[in-house]
Nanobody
Framework: QVQLVESGGGLVQAGGSLRLSCAAS????????MGWYRQTPGKQREFVAS???????NYADSVKGRFTISRDNAKNTVYLQMNSLKPEDTGVYYC?????WGQGTQVTVSS
């Protein structure tokens, strides 16, 4: 079992940046894939980005070139660097390590 705690959300203007962190309660070295998802009211939770223990990454088309996922196994932490933010990036961002989810962190991008 692993507990995930997200942080780093907030309010930012369009074009700005935020870095989200996901701290795990135990070593993530053995966790092959960790990912970020987001959800807005009335919509299903959607995939944003994922990273394997080997560093292979995958991104949703809507965030490619703007978001970067990374992991620091020594710190048991996964990051999501978000640049050139748009109002449509607004939502609650969740960290996932199947089958576990964090509690989410709110990101609000104003126009």
């Amino acid at each position: 079992q692993v507990q995930l705690v997200e942080s780093g959300g907030g309010l930012v203007q369009a074009g700005g940046s935020l870095r989200l962190s996901c701290a795990a309660s135990r070593s993530i070295f053995s966790i092959n894939v960790m990912g970020w998802y987001r959800q807005t009211p009335g919509k299903q939770r959607e995939f944003v980005a994922s990273i394997t223990v080997g560093g292979n990454t995958n991104y949703a088309d809507s965030v490619k070139g703007r978001f970067t996922i990374s992991r620091d196994n020594a710190k048991n932490t996964v990051y999501l660097q978000m640049n050139s933010l748009k109002p449509e990036d607004t939502g609650v961002y969740y960290c996932k390590s199947t089958p576990y989810w964090g509690q989410g962190t709110q990101v609000t991008v104003s126009s």
